[in-house]
């Protein structure tokens, strides 16, 4: 009686390519899982951008829009006048007579703007000139919670979370 190796029995063989058909089915449903996570978080990924509108002398205005694909849950604003950072836009000089809207703790959907800052009137150069001090910052997060920080030129960048010193923070 002739002795057949383990390996060579046809049980083996049928057991073995079980085994490496059940470890494929694993990896493929493992990586499917990953694409799906990745294109549910790709789906609704926010992009804002901040910008500013001057129209010769009689308007002036500061506004931030969504250009992604889901909501931006703005988390918290920082404004800077020069290298002091303020609460409101009031406590610029030529801020003084604006319309203004809250930017900070607020979700900006998909494809919209909000207009936090909005000047009609003689002395838009005014403006313009104190503009050229202003610096703004703005973290927002994704339904997932990734979250990124952008300023006036626009690139963002990856956190972990939007944390803030509340000395720093903007109010409205």
């Known amino acids: 009686m002739d002795s ?26 493992i990586y499917s899982a990953y694409v799906d996570r990745e294109y549910a978080r790709a789906s609704v990924w926010p992009r804002l951008e901040i910008f500013r509108s001057f129209n010769g002398n009689s308007s002036f205005s500061y506004g931030v829009s969504n250009n992604g694909t889901g909501p931006a849950l703005i988390k918290y604003a920082k404004i800077q006048d020069g290298s002091k950072y303020i609460k409101t836009w009031k406590e610029i000089e030529a801020f003084q007579n604006i319309r203004q809207s809250h930017i900070s703790n607020r979700t900006l959907s998909p494809q919209n703007t909000i207009t936090p800052v909005l000047y009609k009137g003689d002395n838009a150069k005014a403006l313009v ?7 703004i910052e703005l ?30 923070m903007f109010l409205q």
């Open 4 to 29: 057949i190796k383990w390996y060579k029995s046809p049980e083996m063989i049928v057991a073995l390519s079980a085994l490496i058909i059940g470890l494929v089915t694993a990896f493929t449903s």
């Open 129 to 135: 000139k104190a503009d050229a001090l202003i610096g």
């Open 139 to 168: 973290c927002y997060c994704s339904i997932y919670e990734e979250c990124w920080v952008i300023d006036r030129n626009n690139r963002p960048t990856a956190l972990e979370s939007c944390t803030v010193d509340i000395n720093e």
